[in-house]
């Protein structure tokens, strides 16, 4: 695959306000590139800024010969996941989720989320 056809993939796009020291601004990333990121002084001129530090990074990647990581998607995520832990936590968790009134599964999710 070529960069071009790289710049069409679904990628994860985070840009958020930023003010500090240097004033207001906005600061773009792309989830799956580590490293890849840009700023710009409104929404609009960081992502366009964004696209071009896109291109730099894919061409440099496959220049060297790195694989360009694909888009993560909410598709390759079923929900679900084993956990291994101590049975002294899962005994302390199993006894919190008791005293809550709500299943260990719900429990774990309402802490995760914290």
């Known amino acids: ?3 071009n056809e790289y710049l069409k993939l679904p990628y994860n796009y985070i840009i958020k306000p930023i003010q500090d020291e240097s004033g207001a ?3 773009a990333s792309v989830l799956e590139f580590d490293g890849c990121q840009s700023t710009g002084h409104s929404l609009s001129e960081a992502y366009d ?3 071009e530090a896109m ?6 990647k496959l ?3 790195f694989t360009v990581p694909e888009p993560i ?4 995520y079923s929900g679900k996941f084993v956990l ?3 049975e002294s936590l899962h005994k302390y968790l199993a006894v919190e989720a008791e005293k809550e009134g709500v299943s260990l599964n719900q429990y774990a999710i309402s802490k995760l989320a914290h």
């Not at 291109?55 to 440099?60: D, Q």
């Open 1 to 3: 695959m070529n960069c």
């Open 25 to 27: 601004y906005y600061h």
């Open 49 to 51: 800024s964004l696209l």
């Open 55 to 60: 291109e730099g990074w894919i061409e440099t």
């Open 63 to 65: 220049e060297n010969g």
């Open 73 to 76: 998607g909410t598709e390759k």
């Open 84 to 86: 291994r832990l101590p």
